[in-house]
T-cell receptor, first 117, second 117 residues
Framework: AQSVTQLGSHVSVSEGALVLLRCNYS??????LFWYVQYPNQGLQLLLK??????LVKGINGFEAEFKKSETSFHLTKPSAHMSDAAEYFC???????????????FGKGTKLSVKP | EAGVTQFPSHSVIEKGQTVTLRCDPI?????LYWYRRVMGKEIKFLLH????????ESGMPNNRFLAERTGGTYSTLKVQPAELEDSGVYFC???????????????FGEGSRLTVL
């Protein structure tokens, strides 16, 4: 069974500082991994996804994530935080349809990012 | 192009009452998903439609929940009778490919917040 652990329910950084949001996954098969973001009063939107091509994945708004199989991690980073990055971020894993499953997404609990001026 | 729309945005009902949530997916998206997030917890899968057929309803909590997708277009999620533990945010999402697949990108609505008193 797949699972996702996001360390830190709330992360606060200063504007211009590095953003690091942690995600560790558990999967019995090679996973696909996703980061979704929810801005205030909006639905979730896809930030980036890893689908077994390049291990370093670039997403929208300057975010990127690196798949590290040995560490079962898929941490999200951004070199310089902007006030508009304040949102809740969700990591998700999929078994991509192995073994007759539907390839549904399993989400973590989310991490709220605050950006201080 | 219109996104995924959900109605109502917020519903407050008393225990034992009935509530019906509606979701209009993006036109042309055969896959429609319902998820729920109880406060502070993960976003959890409820069920998945492909067109009008229920593909996977393994996440439905119990038989008080009934989901339909008329003609493969909009979907409704009825809770009858509602219990206190049903409170949370119900998200609908649609996609062209399967959610966790290489081509799948979920497009989420803003969610329907249900409060059961």
């Amino acid at each position: 069974a797949q699972s996702v652990t996001q360390l830190g329910s709330h992360v606060s950084v200063s504007e211009g500082a590095l953003v690091l949001l942690r995600c560790n996954y558990s999967s019995s098969v090679p996973p696909y991994l996703f980061w979704y973001v929810q801005y205030p009063n909006q639905g979730l939107q896809l930030l980036l996804k890893y689908t077994s091509a390049a291990t370093l994945v670039k997403g929208i708004n300057g975010f990127e994530a690196e798949f590290k199989k040995s560490e079962t991690s898929f941490h999200l980073t951004k070199p310089s935080a902007h006030m508009s990055d304040a949102a809740e971020y969700f990591c998700a894993v999929s078994d991509r349809g192995y073994g007759g499953s539907q390839g549904n997404l399993i989400f973590g609990k989310g991490t709220k990012l605050s950006v201080k001026p | 192009e219109a996104g995924v729309t959900q109605f109502p945005s917020h519903s407050v009902i008393e225990k034992g009452q009935t509530v019906t949530l509606r979701c209009d997916p993006i036109s042309g998206h055969d896959n429609l998903y319902w998820y729920r997030r109880v406060m502070g917890k993960e976003i959890k899968f409820l069920l998945h439609f492909v067109k009008e057929s229920k593909q996977d309803e393994s996440g439905m909590p119990n038989n008080r929940f009934l989901a339909e997708r008329t003609g493969g277009t909009y979907s409704t999620l009825k809770v009858q009778p509602a219990e206190l533990e049903d409170s949370g945010v119900y998200f609908c999402a649609s996609s062209q490919g399967l959610a966790g697949s290489i081509t799948g990108e979920l497009f989420f609505g803003e969610g329907s917040r249900l409060t059961v008193l």
